[in-house]
């Protein structure tokens, strides 16, 4: 099981959109739609943003949102805010019963 | 609400067993539909998921770490515990336990503990 890989950083000015890839292979991501994408800010747990590639849990803002393509999936975040600057990290089913984290992403709210 | 809190030992020595238990509040650990989960973050590396426990004993595990991990609940005491075998350096982590439920197959970690630091040296 090797990590799955995101971009280290992806930056954005407030209000920008932007889009955080996950590629996985044929094993993880792209034979399950049972993506998580989790927000962690410095010192902190992380928090479960995304699941199952495009669902919002509850108090969850509507400016988050998933998607998968093939071994690939992204967390696009719309209207960047200041309080969005975090790393995020991708997490995908392996099978098996196991699970599989991204290398995260740095997010820089410029 | 739920509230996880991970305790043990900050310092290992290199070779020894890392063990850390996780105290579940505001809910029962025994009530059947969550998984509970350990997952570490070596300082300033991504997150690595290292196994679960479901109520009835059952364990999955990191195939990467499977051959030292052990999982175990404690449903008397509502914890759940992680032991770690033969550590070095490279578990070097802050260790973080968090609930899963079993509605879905999917990584859906919804509650974490605060996460401990856990250093291996001698």
């Known amino acids: 099981q090797s990590a799955l890989t995101q971009p280290a950083s992806v930056s954005g000015s407030p209000g920008q959109s932007i889009t955080i890839s996950c590629t996985g292979t044929s094993s993880d991501v792209g034979s399950y739609n049972l993506v998580s994408w989790y927000q962690q800010h410095p010192g902190k747990a992380p928090k479960l943003m995304i699941s199952?590639?495009?669902k919002r849990p509850s108090g969850i803002s509507n400016r988050f949102s998933g998607s998968k393509s093939g071994n690939t999936a992204s967390l696009t975040i719309s209207g960047l805010q200041a309080e969005d600057e975090a790393d995020y990290y991708c997490?995908?089913?392996?099978?098996?019963?196991?699970?599989?984290f991204g290398t995260g992403t740095e997010v820089t709210v410029l | 609400q739920v509230r996880l809190q991970e305790s043990g030992p900050g310092l290992v020595k290199p070779s020894q067993t890392l063990s850390l238990t996780c105290s579940v509040s505001?809910?029962?650990?025994?009530?059947?539909?969550?998984?509970w989960n350990w997952i570490r973050q070596p300082a300033g590396k991504g997150l690595e998921w290292i196994g679960r426990?479901?109520?009835?004993?059952?364990?999955n595990f990191n195939a990467s770490l499977k051959s030292r991990v052990t999982i175990s609940i404690d449903t008397s005491k509502n914890q759940f515990s992680l032991n770690l075998s033969s550590v070095t350096a490279a578990d070097t982590a802050v260790y973080y336990c968090a609930r899963q439920p079993i509605s879905t197959t999917g990584p859906e970690f919804d509650y974490w503990g605060q996460g401990a630091l856990v250093t291996v040296s001698s």
């Open positions: 505001g809910g029962s650990i025994t009530n059947g539909i969550y998984y």
């Open positions: 426990i479901y109520v009835r004993g059952t364990t």
């Open positions: 199952e590639v495009n």
């Open positions: 997490c995908s089913y392996a099978g098996s019963s196991t699970y599989v």
